[in-house]
């Protein structure tokens, strides 16, 4: 069962529906390509893309985005389906989580805060794990917590979509060597209570197939919002 959670926009919408747009033209609008029908995150730094509408209008004008800077991932409420000229990279159903818990005493976790200099190791880690897309210029998107161990980056967790009242947890992954010592648990914890500080409400995007994930999400205090859709386009055909 999902759970209605927080505010609702003016206009009876709730802001994380339309998650991508709204980072991009509140928190995040430094990074916004495109205009007023399609907007989109620099592709090093995110994929990410959001239309105002579903009209012939904005499709053209996110074709002409995907010919200039690549393929985008739309993350909606409905399943998108693009008209001719547009390929489907991927299509998958996530889960939008929202934390809804009282904030409990963080103890103290051994971390280190992630820098520019850190992209390489951060870029090998999420590749090997796979807990979603992460570019050269992630990093740029929020502040990313990891944990060493055996001098190499044994875990990470970090901030992603940021918009107004909400930010996004993302890039939660653990080397397989490392797994089972609460790391990822730590991590969030830790990002939960930052966020919480900032009189903000964390949420994060898991693929619906990851059960063990969706489980971890729900004693750290997160609930099921809803379902989205994502949708990868790109490789426009002539």
């Not at 206009?11 to 609008?29: E, F, Y």
């Not at 959001?50 to 993350?75: K, Q, W, Y």
């Not at 009282?102 to 794990?129: F, G, I």
Request: net charge positive; proline share 6%; aromatic share 8%.
């Amino acid at each position: 069962m999902f759970v209605a959670a927080a505010s609702k926009d003016i206009n009876g919408v709730h802001p994380l529906d339309q998650v991508v747009w709204n980072a991009l033209v509140s928190k995040q609008g430094r990074f916004a390509l495109g205009d007023d029908q399609v907007l989109r995150f620099p592709a090093a730094i995110a994929r990410f893309g959001a239309m105002a509408d579903t009209s012939p209008a904005s499709f053209e004008a996110l074709r002409r985005l995907i010919e200039a800077h690549g393929p985008v991932a739309l993350v909606t409420p409905s399943e998108v389906l693009p008209p001719a000229g547009f390929s489907v990279i991927r299509h998958a159903t996530l889960l939008q989580m929202i934390w809804q818990r009282k904030l409990d005493p963080t103890s103290a976790w051994e971390h280190v805060r992630l820098a520019e200099c850190d992209v390489p190791e951060m870029v090998a880690l999420t590749t090997a794990t796979q807990p979603g897309p992460f570019g050269p210029r992630t990093i740029e998107l929020g502040d990313y917590l990891g944990v060493r161990r055996q001098g190499r980056l044994a875990a990470m967790a970090g901030e992603r979509m940021r918009l107004d009242g909400y930010t996004e947890i993302s890039a939660v992954c653990v080397d397989a060597a490392f797994r089972g010592q609460g790391l990822a648990a730590g991590l969030t914890k830790l990002l939960i209570t930052a966020i919480r500080a900032r009189a903000e409400t964390p949420f994060l995007h898991v693929f619906t197939s990851n059960r063990p994930a969706i489980a971890l999400y729900r004693t750290l205090g997160f609930v099921e919002r809803r379902e989205m859709h994502l949708t990868v386009l790109g490789g426009v055909r002539a």
